[in-house]
């Protein structure tokens, strides 16, 4: 029992090789050893400043910091370049109807065989991937663009190592990622169903593009029934919607999808109204028509657009941004696929390819949504002022487009989540009435400015 | 029939109040840094992973004694006649149990300092064994590790920066 009342010994480890005498005192520089020193030389170098100011330092005046100017630089660069661009190219519609004369002209002179409508069925089918490739890219981009400024209104700083600059290859690493990988889905599903449903949800906002006007003659269609149209095949996307809630054999896929179908069906319903007194002044439900409605200014200057029809105008705007929103499945409206409730809804099974096609539909929503509020509410390609018409119309659509894309990743990272009741109240007691109530106020414009 | 517009003006007025606090930080610098590339130092006083001089340290156990979570431990070296002298043989902290607190530091009688918190928040281990740390004469004063397997001793594994190269010694 003696040995109990001795400490044990410590976990003592061989002693060493007998090791050199040390010297007296030993240098800093041996902290470190030479070989970690080497390995890691590149990550130190000019890195670690020992009288760096701490990020928060530098928010009183931001334009003391090198980085913040050359940001500020590059961005104004890229905006002048952008303009400059566009301001050389010029209308692109005009160079692209003498195209399809040069491929008519060319189908009848060569190809006597073929039949006189195929030259405008390579015409049509070329402008269907193009549509198809304003969508994927706009993916690309869209999901980039919103991880950036996520980040930078969180304070981070996003994705910044893919592509060299700032991570604009990130969403296309993504992309092969997800390609490659494995489509891991529940052994319960409705195997039909679980692999139709991404296909449901995009094909209908694939041919929603059909009629948008990106510029003068620059639509894809001038249906004469666009707006119906559009909001006709973007209803289907909800049934693609819920079948994935139901193939996926999961409680949560299920109420993800139910619960979106509740949102779509009732947000579409102040969504359409509220374009009523637009339909109703422009006297036209095709979108071409409408965008060229707005053209024009008053007292020559201040823009005709909708927008800017008094009262009117605003209410139509705000109802009609809010249930954008919402048709778009984003937050504040996201409650069909909340992360903290739901997992991830409707696309909780899915995974890989059929996953970011999902994804990739959001965003095409997004663009939709964006393309829409243009058309409708300002004006689509139409210079905000007189003077500014020497930019082409293509140019100012993609501008008008893309600050309401910012205005949804901007709403999108502002505001919390609503309750689902909360969410079908405000639909259905304050969107919906006010709707109504603003095709009451159109009423003067109707009856005074087309009569 | 006002309430109902107070409402209205108030949800609208708050609503813009939240864009506005968004908008506002999206044009102030991140307080992140590229990581791996660029590096944040810590303030003098942050307590990193512990470094140890044997060359200073007169073995006084002191150190051992402050520690509470337990995790030195040492040996003094000894004369040929068996008699311990104050000068440390092998001294060892075990970064499993250490909880960074400072007080081993502030009980160690040597100035400077012989075991001493530096700035290096990038301690990392891949594997049990490299949590003990062990110094000897003569070893850096990141110190080395045991390696059970091959029973030799290693310089610590991982992508360090030589953040104790500033070391907050006193």
Known sequence: MAELATPPPPPTPAPAPAPKPPANVMPPEKAVPAGIRKVFAKHTEGTLLPNRLWPTDVWPNP??????????????????????????????????????????????????????????????????LVVLHIILFNG???????????????SRLGPIFTGKWHGVLQTAADGIKLLLKEDAAPKEKDSWLHSLAPALVFVPVLICFTPVPWGRDLEAANLDAGVLYIFAWAGLSVLGIVLAGWASANKYSLLGGLRSAAQFVSYELPRSFSLVPLIAIAGSLSLTKIAGYQEGYWFGFFPKWFLFYPVVGQISFVIFLIASVAETNRTPFDIAEAESELVGGFHTEY??????????????????????????????????????????????????????????????????????????????????????????????YIYLWKL | MIGYFQTIYRGFADTFKGLAVTWRHLFKPSITVNYPLAKLKPYERFRGALLFDAVTCIGCNLCVKACPSDCIALENQKTPEGKKIAKVNWYSIDFGKCNFCRL??????????????????????????????????????????????????KTPEGDQIPIEEIPSRR
């Not at chain 1, 690309?140 to 969180?154: G, T, Y």
């Not at chain 1, 140019?395 to 309401?404: S, Y």
């Not at chain 2, 400077?112 to 004469?137: C, G």
Request: with cysteine.
């Open chain 1, 140 to 154: 690309l981009f869209l999901v980039w663009w919103e991880r950036k400024i996520s980040a930078h209104m969180q």
């Open chain 1, 63 to 128: 334009w003391k910091s090198a980085s913040y100017r050359r940001g500020a630089l590059v961005l104004s660069a890229l905006i002048l370049a952008g303009t400059g661009a566009a301001f050389f190219l010029r209308e692109i519609g005009v160079p692209l109807a003498a195209l399809r004369e040069t491929l008519h002209r060319f189908a009848e002179a060569n190809l006597p065989q073929v039949p006189s409508w195929a030259a405008e069925a390579v015409w049509i089918l070329a402008k269907a």
């Open chain 2, 104 to 153: 081993c530091e502030e009980a160690c009688p040597t100035k400077p300092k012989s075991v001493w918190h530096s700035l290096d928040y990038e301690t990392v281990f891949y594997a049990r064994n490299q949590m003990s740390r062990i110094w000897q004469q003569g070893n850096p004063w990141m110190g080395t590790y045991y390696d059970a397997g091959e029973k030799i001793y």
């Open chain 1, 351 to 444: 995974s890989g390819m059929k996953f970011s096609i999902f994804f990739l539909t959001e965003y095409a929503y997004v663009l939709l949504a964006s393309c829409l509020l243009t058309t409708f509410f300002m004006g689509g390609g139409a210079a905000p002022l007189p003077f500014l018409s020497v930019l082409p119309s293509w140019f100012w659509f993609l501008g008008k487009t893309l600050f309401f894309m910012f205005c949804f990743l901007w709403f999108r990272w502002t505001f919390p989540r609503f309750k689902i009741d909360r969410l079908l109240d405000f639909n259905w007691k304050f969107l919906l009435p006010w709707s109504f109530v603003n095709i009451v106020l159109a009423l003067p």
